[in-house]
């Protein structure tokens, strides 16, 4: 009989493993249903190894816990839990959209992974997803792009389309470029720590770049691929660029949708306008004016949209632009 101490002990766990006292998937199926951490992970590292998809998915997705309520301080449960992650991507489970949605805020690479390898989520769920994305990186990109290829999804990405205006009020006449923007900065990480007993540990990131012998694996064709590298617990991600804002690659799928080029669109998301100040009347027209123009764009990009049958007369009535601008005094 094993006498389990209060620590975990990883002797304790091989001991049992090669003892085979009974058959392997039966020990491993014991560890997955364990209170303590390090065996579950034990567990699931078992059952990734010896590919039981079939009859462990449901127990797998069990061991999780109650992934409304995750304690991030708790060390322990975090690397069970990239245990039991691994296991479920590697052996390739459907999960369920809800367990995902609720893993995203700590696990996004393996969230996303989940959700968005093989099919796109529903609508109502990759909307969610954008929301909580970071501004400008492959978790956006993915959203997006599974948006633009739904039924009810076109709407989701103009609805959170925003214009970021800059109005520059000169004293003369002088004609200023706008500057130009920052490189976009690709990560998306899950943390790394010493094991501590338990059995080799793996995460994962999302990136958009492509390297022959990289280990990627695709997870979102398109436009603007999207892969996923399973690593190390350990090692650091790479670093990749994202060429454009959500803004852009969201009016590049809307294009695509729509037959056209992204050029073709008279809407632009970081227009600049250049005043020169006459009287406090002809700056306000002009500035009214300036805005009026940028909504008429966006309302023809919705027309477009609703006549090519991507939006429906509710859809294209809930849609209004969403503009900042920002007045800069040169």
Partial sequence: ?????????????????????????DLAEQWLKDPRPMYRAWGADIIRRIEVRHLNSELLIAALGDVSHIDPRDYYEEKARLGILDALIQLRVQ????????LFGLYRAQALILLYRGACPAPAVGAHILDKCQYDDECSVVAAQCLARQRGGPVELLERLQVKAEVEVLDTALSLPPPPAAPKLARIWVGPGPRYGFPELYTYYLTSVSEVGGGQTLLAAGRYPVYYVRAPDESRPPTGHLPLDR??????????????????????????????????????????????????????????????GELTPEESSRCHLNLDIVVRDR
């Fill in 247 to 308: 803004n852009e690659y969201a009016l590049e799928l809307l294009a695509d949708k729509l037959g056209t080029k992204r050029e073709a669109l008279g809407l632009v998301t970081r227009p600049v306008l250049q005043l020169h100040w006459i009287t406090a009347e002809q700056y306000r027209s002009d500035l009214q004016a300036f805005a009026a123009g940028q909504r008429h764009h966006y309302a023809e990009l919705a027309s477009l949209l609703l006549r090519q």
């Fill in 1 to 25: 009989m094993v006498m389990w101490g209060q620590k975990p002990d990883v002797w304790e766990v091989y001991r049992q493993e090669a003892a085979l006292e009974r058959p392997l998937i």
């Fill in 95 to 102: 999960v369920p959209e809800e367990t995902s949605e609720g």
